[in-house]
């Protein structure tokens, strides 16, 4: 079983999303909060495996309770829940150790999978939230010096981990096996100094890495 928190300012969307998610029988919805300040205090007391958290909250939003969390009970994953105008608190959220974010009307299949999948340690993005990112961020007029010391390579998987693709799905892209996948995400990790996939999915994102495909 997967212990869930449930963390959203709206007393609505948490009995609807518990109603939902306890219908799966890999799920268990373990506690909720209001705040990021409960959340928080919930989260240490129950030790769920799976935090859903909202954003946009009052006392403490969900960057705040993320960045909290990260720092006092890392082993506990992170998935935010956003509307398209949450942009920046996602991307704040993200940098603090969220393992993914999807829009609050998705589907509830999705939002099990995508529970089942940060559970796993893996990174999940909903669908149409990393095209809208790279539509509204300026394109960068050149290649930042970091990923141009990248290899073509080493360009081409991050340019597919900022499409949200994971290392079996990069393989089949790229036609290379799923090891040699993890050894070029390990060493763009460590050229551009950063600690996990998440935080490599966003600094692609941001630069606009697709434009670097060969």
Do not use: W
């Amino acid at each position: 079983m997967i212990r869930v928190l449930l963390v959203d300012d709206q007393s609505i969307i948490r009995e609807g999303l518990g109603g939902l998610l306890q219908a799966k029988p890999d799920l268990e919805i373990v506690g909720e909060a209001e705040n990021g300040q409960v959340a928080v205090e919930q989260a240490l007391l129950l030790q769920p495996d799976v935090v859903l958290m909202d954003v946009r909250m009052p006392i403490m939003d969900g960057v705040a309770a993320t960045r909290q969390l990260n720092q006092q009970a890392p082993k506990i994953q992170i998935l935010v829940l956003t509307t398209f105008d949450d942009d920046q608190y996602v991307t704040q959220a993200m940098r603090y150790g969220a393992r993914g974010y999807l829009l609050k009307d998705t589907s509830s299949d999705e939002l099990a999978d995508a529970i089942r999948a940060v559970y796993k340690g893996s990174t999940y993005m909903g669908p149409g939230l990393f095209e809208k990112t790279m539509t509204t961020a300026p394109p960068p007029i050149e290649p930042p010096p970091e990923i141009a010391e990248l290899t073509l390579r080493e360009q081409e998987v991050l340019s597919l981990i900022a499409a949200g693709q994971s290392n079996r799905e990069i393989a089949q892209t790229l036609y290379i096996s799923e090891r040699t996948v993890k050894n070029h995400v390990n060493s763009i990790l460590s050229r551009l100094n950063l600690r996990d996939r998440t935080q490599a999915a966003i600094f692609a994102t941001k630069l606009g890495c697709s434009g670097y495909r060969s």
